[in-house]
């Protein structure tokens, strides 16, 4: 095994003649893909891994410096990629990590075949001529209650970020592996994601992207699909489904896994 599969617990299930790379988003880990992988595994071989930083990884490998901006994230990927000796993958990104492939598909657009993002989004700050949902002291708030109870803020985030109550099995999930993050390292990222703007790269994104969005994302307003869509390179297109919150693979599985498949099988017409 190389260094980045085992720093990163790099997985291959399945055995299909096409890869498939599954990249998780902030305070998850690749058990968030659980519903998705035993539909794919009869048709394709399945990459699954850890973003540095995630509570599966190893706290010691976390660059501080390296992750505080997310083409430390991407190099990754194309670390990975090459160490598998992988010559063109369908990558499908979740939140953070649909920007972390984007930005590695510009350096290297040969080991991307196409892009599936969900919940994605370039910039979560408004601007004047932009809507990203959030407010700059709306951040720091957030930040602050990160600081100050880890605990505390991953009890009140996880129902808001998935949209359900305590009770439902992927708030549970969500809290967990969010739990599971150190929370110094869980900061840092946050940091890192929320004050990130992508808008300028979008431009040289020239592989095709398929654009999947939850209705209502407490992270992610709709209209930032339709600006990704504007604003990329090559070719794109949009479907919103009618679920609600940010992890919809993990809260609505029985909408999202045909529609992902559909994405994965089809290409943009």
């Known amino acids: 095994m190389g260094v980045a599969e085992e720093a990163h617990n790099v997985r291959i299930v399945g055995s299909g003649e096409q890869t498939i790379v599954l990249a998780h988003g902030f305070g998850t ?17 399945v990459v699954l891994y850890d973003n540095m930083g995630a509570g599966t990884t190893n706290p010691d490998y976390f660059d501080f410096d390296r992750y505080s901006t997310l083409e430390g994230y991407a190099y990754d990927v194309i670390a990975i990629l090459e160490e598998l000796q992988i010559q063109s993958c369908i990558y499908v990104g979740h939140s953070v990590s649909a920007m972390i492939g984007a930005i590695a598909s510009i350096t290297r657009p040969d080991l991307f075949l196409k892009i599936i993002t969900i919940s994605a989004s370039p910039r979560y700050l408004n601007d004047p001529d932009y ?21 505390a803020w991953c009890s009140g985030f996880a129902p808001l970020a998935v949209g ?11 809290s967990r592996t969010l ?10 990222v946050a940091q890192t994601i929320f004050c990130s703007d992508i808008r300028p790269f979008l431009c040289h994104v020239a592989v095709p992207c398929h654009i999947i969005q939850s209705m209502k994302d407490l992270a992610v307003p709709v ?23 940010h992890l919809p693979q993990l809260s609505s599985p029985d909408v999202v896994v045909p529609v992902l498949l559909r994405h994965i099988r089809f290409n943009i017409a």
């Open 179 to 188: 739990f599971n993050m150190r929370p110094d390292i869980a900061l840092s």
């Open 164 to 174: 359900g109550d305590m009770e439902s099995l992927a708030v549970q999930e969500f």
């Open 29 to 45: 880990d690749q058990s968030v893909w659980k519903h998705l992988v035993p539909h794919l595994v009869e048709e394709y071989r």
């Open 131 to 151: 809507y990203g949902g959030f407010e700059k002291d709306e951040l720091e708030q957030l930040f602050e209650a990160m600081r100050s109870n880890y605990k």
């Open 223 to 245: 209209v930032v699909s339709e600006y990704l869509h504007q604003n990329l390179g090559g070719d794109s297109i949009v479907e919103v489904m009618s679920t609600d919150g």
